[in-house]
């Protein structure tokens, strides 16, 4: 179990590098995290300590689902707002678009590293992975439940003046293949779960 918390630790720290770099890169972000920024940009809370309410406020809605939390939930919640508002203020803003691109492929990177560890911990689904398998649980099919939820809150952040470009889709491609790559390799329990690691929700 320790082995288990501190992969997951490590993962979701990862996750936060890579949301840092895609945030520095200013070439587009993840679905939820044009939201993060457009509330960020709205209320002007560091997009980190957003990340970490939105995730709290989700946990609410997984009361009338019934979705198990785990301690990886909470630690999801918390460690990649976290890192990223302990990271962000610290670091210089590029100006070079090549600098800029690279950031964002090393933060797709560090997130798909991030995300293996995190699902291979096995210590229960971030708050928006809930979400999106509560409401699947309810007979719907979770790649239609996840593309709905993802679109919505990308429109959403858009609208709120969150960052999108090619770095959004760079993410929507790569992620799922980056996670389940890492994932076999990092999982603590190998088993028939594991080729199915694209269809789960990355804890962004």
């Keep these: 179990m320790a082995q288990r918390v501190v992969r997951c630790i490590i993962g979701l720290a990862a996750c936060g590098v890579g949301v840092t770099m895609l945030v520095l890169g200013d070439v587009g972000l993840a679905p939820w995290d044009v939201l993060h920024q457009g509330i960020s940009e709205r209320t002007g809370i560091g997009i980190g300590t957003v990340s970490i309410l939105v995730g709290f406020g989700l946990l609410l809605v997984w009361i009338p689902l019934q979705v198990r939390l785990g301690a990886g939930t909470v630690l999801n919640a918390i460690i990649i707002g976290g890192t990223v508002d302990v990271l962000l203020p610290h670091l210089p803003e590029p100006d070079h678009p090549v600098v800029r691109v690279a950031l964002m492929g090393l933060g797709v990177l560090a997130f798909g590293v991030g995300t293996g560890l995190y699902i291979g911990a ?13 409401i699947a649980a309810r007979g719907h099919s979770l790649r239609l439940v996840r593309t709905a939820i993802e679109v919505a809150v990308l429109a959403l952040g858009a609208l709120l003046g969150g960052s999108i470009g090619i770095g959004t889709a760079v993410f929507a491609l790569a992620i799922g293949p980056l996670a389940q790559f890492f994932l076999a390799r990092f999982d603590t329990r190998p088993g028939p779960h594991t080729p199915a690691a694209s269809d789960q929700r990355v804890p962004a």
């Design 122 to 134: 096995r210590l229960g689904p971030g708050p928006r992975d809930g979400l999106m398998t509560g």
